[in-house]
């Protein structure tokens, strides 16, 4: 079974920086074969792409709201992907969740693409 658990969140000002991690297991099949993301929701909103990166690390994609603020990684050997968020504006507030899709060529910014989540990590960021 599969098992997806995020870290990093917590409560900082506009501004300020966070960085989420999320820690992969239980894979039958490796996890450089999944194309990793990030995405949030936002209290009464839809759940939405944040940013994402493919099997190798080697080509990431991001939100239009994100870009140049936030970056994410990921760690083969660790089976870790992270989130790296700077410049932290309020309207960031949201729990972040961490995804695994089988398509792991590219970036997925498609919720539908995605099997595995993780339980989510709240994120709040004060004026």
């Known amino acids: 079974q599969v098992q997806l658990v995020e870290s990093g969140g917590g409560l900082v000002q506009a501004g300020g920086s966070l960085r989420l991690s999320c820690a992969a297991s239980?894979?039958?099949?490796?996890?450089?074969?999944?194309?990793m993301g990030w995405f949030r929701q936002a209290p009464s909103k839809e759940r939405e792409f944040v940013a994402g990166?493919?099997?190798?690390?080697?080509?990431?994609a991001y939100a239009d709201s994100v870009k140049g603020r936030f970056t994410i990684s990921r760690d083969n050997t660790k089976n870790t992907v992270d989130l790296q968020m700077n410049s932290l504006r309020p309207e960031d507030t949201a729990v972040y969740y961490c995804?695994?899709?089988?398509?792991?060529?590219?970036?997925?910014?498609?919720?539908?693409?995605?099997?595995?989540w993780g339980q989510g990590t709240q994120v709040i960021v004060s004026s």
């Open positions: 995804g695994a899709s089988p398509i792991g060529s590219v970036p997925q910014p498609k919720r539908i693409m995605y099997n595995y």
């Open positions: 239980g894979y039958t099949n490796t996890f450089s074969n999944y194309a």
């Open positions: 990166v493919d099997w190798s690390g080697g080509t990431t």
